[in-house]
């Protein structure tokens, strides 16, 4: 199947300070990624969706300004969680979807493990 | 409102002991259902995509079918290496991100 890498795959950071977190799609152009955030036991929260040269769009009740989202290709999109507090620690996830003509994937990156300090 | 319901949320199974797992769904028109496994600490890998009532795909020990109301995931004679869980989704015709609804999931342990 598909690849799509994320980086890095685990960050401690102190609270107030910024995290930069990498998906990339290794062998597929994808013009839309998506990040979601999951917590122990719970199942994926959609928190946006990624459109290469444009603007992000939010899931209600996910904060623009906290969560920066960047997608410069069609292979890499960035999250970064700014200002990090303890709140925020959590697992992040990418996905990539890849479009044929008979049928769509939806591949996800490693997860990123985020711990604010 | 589009809406995903897995069950059972856990399921315990002997090696050997086949099973079904269920999802159910209600979407403004499917444009398909998918099933992943995701371990612990990783991210979710991609198994199956169904797109119509019918269709049935296949691998390995698992095997996804479809009807219009819910699909399932058939275990056949599971190994300890198929403990983990379990996720369905839905895409929604209507969707042009192609964005995934996601079930609770159902966390699947096999035992020796």
Sequence with gaps: GAVVS??????????GTSVKIECRSLDFQATTMFWYRQFPKQSLMLMATSNEGS????EQGVEKDKF?????????????????????SSFYICSASRYGILNTEAFFGQGTRLTVV | EDQVTQSPEA????????????????????????????????GPE??????????????????????????FLHITA?????????????QARSSNTGK?????????????
């Design chain 1, 6 to 15: 994320q980086h890095p795959s685990w960050v401690i950071c102190k609270s």
């Design chain 1, 55 to 58: 603007k992000a769009t939010y």
């Design chain 1, 68 to 88: 920066l989202i960047n997608h410069a290709s069609l292979t890499l999109s960035t999250l970064t969680v700014t200002s990090a507090h303890p709140e925020d």
């Design chain 2, 11 to 42: 399921l315990r199974l002997q090696e050997g002991e086949s099973s079904s797992l269920n999802c159910s769904y209600t979407v403004s028109g499917l444009r398909g259902l998918f099933w992943y496994r995701q371990d612990p600490g990783k």
């Design chain 2, 46 to 71: 991609f198994l199956f995509t169904l797109y119509s009532a019918g269709e049935e795909k296949e691998k390995e020990r698992l095997k996804a079918t479809l009807t219009k109301k819910e699909s």
């Design chain 2, 78 to 90: 599971p190994k300890p290496e198929d403990s983990a869980t379990y996720l369905c989704a839905v």
């Design chain 2, 100 to 112: 995934l609804i996601f079930g609770q999931g159902t966390t699947l342990q096999v035992k020796p």
